[in-house]
């Protein structure tokens, strides 16, 4: 007789296995019988009614158990690194004026100050308070893990505003750490109350579990930031990862020209670019190029979800928030206030077709999106990188640069630069996973086959 009272109903990663498929783990884990208990258990009590009740009550009657969320730790720590870019960028020019790093901390108030600088500091830091709160549960909640957020929020800032010190570009300000330790404290205010029901037993989390796989963190957390990669100008919607044509740049005539001599003059590389445009016109290579990047980066954001999710839903979802980012990031920033001057006849076909490609997808395995998705996102990079780009395109860029954030470009650059090529690295590893997997499962049929 099993004794329901020492019955411990654990998953595999150590967390409570509940009753609910989407919440245990789901198509995931290991078989299991009848009220989450595993096969092989099932197989070895007895099946009756008593048992089974047993079960339940012992597993409804369990409480849960408060473990960290990697999430939260990866966010804060991806979030952390935004701001010491952004703190710090360009990372050139640095000199000594023969200050302290903290002589500003004694300075009287600046003279000159908006409220809109107040307001994007506050607003700048507060979701590093809210990580903050969501990285230290469960050893920090409610009270304390408010003030951890503070003095965290005021170290880290203190020392963004200190080495400020030593670049020509910036000045070390202590209203800036004022208003950024409010905003860090504000975020940890607000989400301290919800952080059990968010973390442990809320309805996000429950949803999280249901929709998405257990081991898909970092490819939630990229599938997140696609939206605000798109925001930088490029010469074509989506045309992101470009940074081998600006290395390539860089290079001086014979360095160019010896670089080429190791290539097969088959491939015609120097006149490849000519030869591209001269097939079609600039507005068909951008249909292309925004179908490729959006069906891609759609794609790639469906491989953690489970199949009970609602993936059409939010696909769409994503491409709207995409879209909204874009929008808001152009107005933000453009000093012309034309806030859809990337919404060419050739964009808004590529945004339809990759619309529909990835919609029709998400009826393939997924091991085949992601094999599509790498595709997909690597003939993108090669047309990135290849295509000539409009002479127009430059008149656009410096009424970008010229915006008012006007040490926001190099982030949003960054990030332009670098998600398509972590998101062919993740694809790459799914599609190994996948691959492996098969390989086990053959091989496990042919050892059945054997014996």
């Known amino acids: 007789m099993i004794e329901a009272g020492r019955l411990r109903l654990r998953a595999p990663h150590g967390g409570r296995r509940g009753m609910d498929d ?67 960028y360009p990372f050139s020019g640095w000199r000594s004026l023969g200050l302290s790093p903290f002589a500003y901390l004694g300075d009287p108030w600046p003279r000159y100050w908006t409220v809109f600088d107040i307001v994007t500091n506050v607003l700048g830091y507060m979701p590093f308070g809210v990580l903050v709160v969501l990285a230290a549960w469960p050893r920090r909640r409610g009270l304390p893990a408010v003030l951890l957020a503070a003095l965290a929020g005021t170290l880290f800032s203190g020392l963004m505003e200190a080495v400020q010190t030593w670049l020509p570009t910036r000045v070390a300000s202590n209203l800036d750490l004022a208003s950024n330790v409010l905003g860090a404290l504000l975020g940890a205010a607000l989400v301290a109350p919800a952080t059990g029901a968010l973390l442990e037993r809320g309805f996000l989390r429950r949803l999280r579990f249901r929709w998405f796989e257990r081991d898909a963190a970092v490819l939630m957390v990229l599938a997140a930031l696609w939206p605000f990669a798109t925001m ?19 290079l001086d005539a014979s360095m160019q020209d010896a670089v080429l001599a190791w290539t097969p003059a088959a491939w015609h590389l120097r006149s490849l670019p000519d030869m591209l445009a001269a097939r079609l016109p600039d507005s068909g290579w951008e249909a292309i190029v925004a179908t490729l990047n959006l069906f891609g980066a759609a794609a790639f954001a469906t491989l953690p979800l489970r199949t009970r ?39 808004l076909a590529g945004l339809v077709w990759g619309t529909l490609a990835a919609l029709l997808a998400l009826r393939l395995p997924r091991a085949a999106r992601a094999a599509a998705a790498t595709l997909a996102l690597a003939v993108a990079l090669v047309l990135v990188n290849v295509l000539p780009v409009n002479p127009y395109f430059d008149v656009v860029l410096a009424d970008w640069r010229q915006g008012r954030y006007l040490h926001f470009n190099g982030l949003a650059r960054w990030l332009a630069w670098t998600w398509p090529w972590a998101a062919l690295a993740w694809t790459a590893f799914s599609l190994e996973r996948a691959w492996l997997a098969r390989r086990a499962r053959l091989a496990a049929a042919r050892t059945d086959k054997g014996a």
Do not use: C, N
């Open 22 to 88: 989407g919440e245990s783990g789901g198509d995931g884990g290991a078989p299991r019988g009848e009220a989450g208990v595993p096969a092989d258990a099932s197989a070895a009590a007895p099946a009756g009614p008593d048992v089974t009740s047993a079960v339940s009550s012992a597993a409804a009657r369990e409480p849960l158990p408060h473990q960290a969320s990697t999430l939260a730790r990866q966010a804060l720590a991806l979030y952390t690194a935004l701001i010491v870019y952004g703190s710090w």
């Open 232 to 250: 930088y100008p490029a010469p074509r919607l989506f045309g992101m990862g470009e940074w081998p044509r600006a290395l390539w740049q860089r």
């Open 309 to 347: 999710a609602p993936r059409a839903r939010l696909v769409l979802l994503l491409i709207a928030t995409t879209l909204a980012v874009k929008v808001g990031a152009t107005f933000l920033q453009s000093q012309s206030g034309l806030i859809f001057d990337w919404a060419t006849p050739g964009a």
